[in-house]
């Protein structure tokens, strides 16, 4: 496009065309702003033409989860309640994305206030590997969308997994950054302390762009980290010679499917022949502290819905009203001693990190599950702490993460891995995820949509 080979307006329309033809299958926009992103894609046109550049996302078509407010267009946050709901004003992460010249095709699906099941008034989206399979949650239409090229990347946010299970069930990369990487003005909380914004790409180069744009300080949001932005696009060309990634072998191979074990073994062997070094550590173990992550969700997500919870209880689908009503019930007590342990998870695993740079672990401890094993692993809360313990930590933690494609099952359905780093540590992770897809071909494969 900044050459003019080809005009935004060509990619915004061939996009559009796409969702017009594919989502009826696959549920992945609620809203689509075709006239906006039209609108916008002609001005894009013409400051190319003109010489003007903003960047590699200079009219790229992009979409985001419905919780981030838009004042052109309807931000539902998956319930029925908010359907209407025209802000008055665009998000920090939207307002960065339009100054980099981005395209905004439309809001995506997600599970109702981004808890865990889609509300019956929308549409719950397919996954394009197989419907029959998960499709991931709570941004699961960021996911679907995003895999079956009915947009370029997509903005999202995870609270317990939000960002990295619909990225593991679609083949996609995506990063968890560091909370409060990325400000939270102007969107549908689930809950403040947990929350994280995200991009999904196709890639690792993809995924930094959209982070570069997003990333930094905002005087609307005081948790809003002030720290510089680094340049995550170079840093994907540094390579990870002499990087120090951490593998706990038990870790990762405790109740966890063989198949997805034989990936991360091959990924280890893939990063040491590309110049990492591979070192045994051993992960705090994360169960006390995962059972505290639904009492402070509970608590935070009973606050942020007290003007319409309990008044407007009928029209909350049953997943959301439980998730509040633990928390309107949790006592303080137990608030208190998950806070504890959420700490001294934190504090452990910040002392994991002094011999290491990066930690290599699964996203999820089967292969993309299908709809009926999910709803068996929803009835049994052991099962369900399992599914959790590779994404609710580092959202207790705040520590980033990146996850990337790693292979596909024995039934093609993909398998993930997933990268965790230090605070602030975004640059390493673009690094090795481009290094791991310059030697893997995973990224590449698409689904038959």
């Given at each position: 496009?900044?050459s003019g080979a080809?005009?935004?307006?060509?990619?915004v329309?061939?996009?559009l065309?796409?969702i017009?033809?594919?989502?009826?299958?696959y549920?992945?926009?609620?809203?689509v702003m075709?006239?906006?992103?039209l609108a916008?894609?002609r001005?894009?046109?013409?400051e190319?033409?003109s010489?003007m550049w903003?960047g590699?996302?200079?009219?790229?078509p992009l979409?985001?989860?419905d919780l981030?407010?838009t004042r052109?267009?309807?931000?539902s946050a998956?319930?029925s309640i908010h359907?209407?709901?025209?802000?008055d004003y665009?998000?920090?992460?939207?307002e960065?994305?339009?100054?980099?010249g981005?395209i905004?095709?439309?809001?995506?699906?997600l599970?109702?206030?981004?808890?865990t099941?889609?509300h019956?008034?929308?549409?719950t989206?397919i996954?394009p590997?197989?419907?029959?399979y998960w499709?991931?949650?709570?941004?699961n239409?960021?996911?679907v969308a995003?895999?079956t090229?009915?947009?370029?990347?997509s903005?999202?946010t995870?609270?317990?997994?939000s960002?990295?299970f619909?990225a593991a069930?679609?083949?996609l990369t995506?990063?968890?950054?560091?909370?409060g990487?990325?400000?939270r003005?102007g969107?549908?909380t689930?809950?403040?302390?947990l929350?994280?914004?995200?991009?999904f790409a196709?890639?690792?180069v993809d995924?930094?762009?959209?982070?570069?744009?997003?990333?930094g300080a905002?005087d609307?949001?005081?948790?809003a980290?002030?720290?510089?932005?680094?340049?995550?696009?170079?840093?994907?060309?540094?390579?990870?010679?002499?990087?120090r990634i951490?593998?706990?072998?038990?870790?990762i191979?405790?109740?966890?499917?063989?198949e997805?074990v034989?990936a991360?073994e091959?990924?280890r062997d893939?990063?040491?022949?590309?110049?990492?070094?591979?070192v045994?550590?051993?992960?705090?173990s994360?169960y006390e502290?995962?059972?505290?992550w639904?009492d402070?969700?509970g608590?935070?997500t009973?606050k942020v819905h007290?003007k319409?919870?309990?008044s407007?209880?009928a029209d909350y689908h049953?997943?959301?009203?439980?998730l509040i009503?633990?928390?309107?019930k949790?006592?303080?007590e137990?608030v208190?001693?998950?806070?504890?342990d959420r700490?001294?998870?934190?504090?452990?695993?910040?002392?994991?990190f002094?011999?290491?740079?990066?930690?290599?672990?699964?996203?999820m401890?089967?292969?993309?599950?299908?709809?009926?094993?999910?709803?068996a692993?929803g009835?049994?809360?052991d099962?369900?702490?399992?599914?959790i313990?590779y994404?609710a930590p580092f959202?207790?933690?705040g520590?980033?993460?990146?996850?990337l494609?790693?292979?596909?099952s024995?039934?093609?359905l993909?398998?993930?891995?997933?990268?965790?780093?230090?605070?602030?540590?975004?640059?390493v992770?673009?690094a090795?995820?481009?290094?791991?897809?310059?030697?893997?071909s995973?990224h590449l494969?698409?689904?038959?949509?």
């Open positions: 496009m900044r080809i005009s935004p307006v060509e990619v329309r061939s996009t065309d796409r017009t033809a594919l989502d009826e299958n549920h992945s926009y609620i809203t075709a006239e906006q992103a916008r894609a001005i894009a046109e013409q190319l033409l010489g903003r590699p996302l200079h009219g790229v979409a985001l989860k981030f407010f052109d267009a309807p931000t998956g319930m359907k209407d709901f025209i802000p665009d998000a920090t992460v939207v960065r994305l339009y100054g980099a981005a905004i095709l439309g809001k995506l699906s599970t109702e206030g981004a808890y099941n889609n019956p008034i929308f549409p989206p996954n590997w197989n419907a029959d499709a991931g949650t709570s941004s239409g960021s996911g995003t895999a090229g009915m947009t370029f990347g903005l999202s995870d609270t317990g997994g960002i990295r619909p069930c679609n083949s995506a990063i968890k950054p560091t909370w990487r990325v400000s003005h969107m549908f689930l809950s403040h302390s929350d994280h914004v995200g991009p196709r890639d690792a995924a930094a762009m959209i982070l570069r744009a997003i990333s905002d609307n949001d005081p948790t980290l002030r720290a510089a932005v680094p340049d995550y696009v170079a840093a994907t060309t540094r390579g990870i010679s002499g990087l951490g593998y706990d072998e038990s870790f191979s405790t109740r966890t499917d063989p997805v034989a991360i091959a990924a893939i990063f040491a022949a590309r110049g990492a070094r591979i045994p550590v051993s992960f705090p994360p502290a995962l059972r505290g639904f402070i969700c608590s935070e009973a007290e319409t919870h309990p407007r209880a049953p997943g959301m009203a439980g009503e633990h928390g309107r949790v006592s303080g137990a208190a001693k998950a806070w504890v700490l001294e998870l934190s504090g452990r695993l910040e002392a994991t002094e011999d290491v740079d990066l930690l290599l672990i699964p996203t401890t089967t292969p993309t599950p299908t709809l009926a094993e999910l709803e692993f009835a049994d809360d099962v369900l702490l399992q599914m313990r994404t959202d207790l933690t520590n980033p993460t990146i996850v494609p790693a292979g596909f024995g039934n093609n993909p398998i993930s891995l997933q990268l965790v780093g230090k605070h602030l540590s975004e640059e992770l673009c090795a995820g481009h290094a791991f897809q310059q030697m893997t995973w494969r698409r689904p038959i949509a």
